[in-house]
């Protein structure tokens, strides 16, 4: 099975920061990767797959990128509305599995 | 608009069965394969199976391998999740997702989930 290492599993920020989420495959996965949104409560939201493509709607400051065994998530300005639980999921074979998740926090 | 709800989600005593359902509507449900994932209290998300568009094709993600089967009836628009020999750690709650068209296997729709709670 291929493992996701996401860091740092917690983070604290303030508005208008700039955010970066690393994750770390076991093996390569090309760009078979994912990154999700999840709020208190909610289901999980498709931000970013093929490890850089931005799903319809999503602001564009959110962004993605990596290949093979290494992969950001990157928040360019933090509004109100971030602070959420991001995991990265791959894609490449199964089974499919999520990161630990990377939980961000207000200042 | 698209929506996937699913329920029959409850509690449910170790060793016993259950079956979830996840209604699709907004969206041609034929043509997607559909997922199954779930989240334990306070953890992460796991991917528990996934059926292909026209049922022939399933997997499962090995904990649950032996004990749980997905179908789907495609003129009802609806999938299902049977589980037997329930167990505590199958505690969570239930997500079935749409995979996105095209090559991969990216979930782009999300119901709202049920929650499965195994408990004596």
């Known amino acids: 099975d291929i493992q996701l290492a996401q860091s740092p599993s917690f983070l604290s920020a303030s508005v208008g920061d700039r955010v970066t989420i690393t994750c770390r495959a076991s093996q390569g996965i090309s760009s078979d990767l994912a990154w999700y949104q999840q709020k208190p409560g909610k289901a999980p939201k498709l931000l970013i797959y093929a490890a850089s493509t931005l799903q319809s709607g999503v602001p564009s400051r959110f962004s993605g990128s990596g290949s093979g065994t290494e992969f950001t998530l990157t928040i360019s300005s933090l509004q109100p509305e971030d602070f959420a639980t991001y995991y990265c999921?791959?894609?490449?074979?199964?089974?499919?599995?999520f990161g630990g998740g990377t939980k961000v926090e207000i200042k | 608009q698209v929506q996937l709800v699913e329920s029959g989600g409850g509690v449910v005593q170790p060793g016993r069965s259950l079956r979830l359902s996840c209604a699709a509507s907004g969206f041609t449900f034929r043509d997607y394969a559909i997922y199954w994932v779930r989240q334990a209290p306070g953890k992460g998300l796991e991917w528990v199976a996934v059926?292909?568009?026209?049922?022939?094709?399933?997997y499962y993600a090995d904990a649950v391998k032996g004990r749980f089967t997905i179908s789907r009836d495609n003129s009802n628009n609806t999938l299902y999740l049977q589980m037997i020999s329930l167990r505590a750690e199958d505690t969570a709650v239930y997500y079935c997702?749409?995979?996105?068209?095209?090559?991969?296997?990216?979930?782009?729709?999300w119901g709202k989930g049920t929650t499965v709670t195994v408990s004596s």
């Open positions: 999921q791959q894609v490449n074979s199964y089974p499919l599995t």
């Open positions: 997702a749409r995979r996105r068209i095209g090559d991969r296997a990216y979930m782009d729709v």
């Open positions: 059926i292909g568009y026209d049922g022939s094709n399933k």
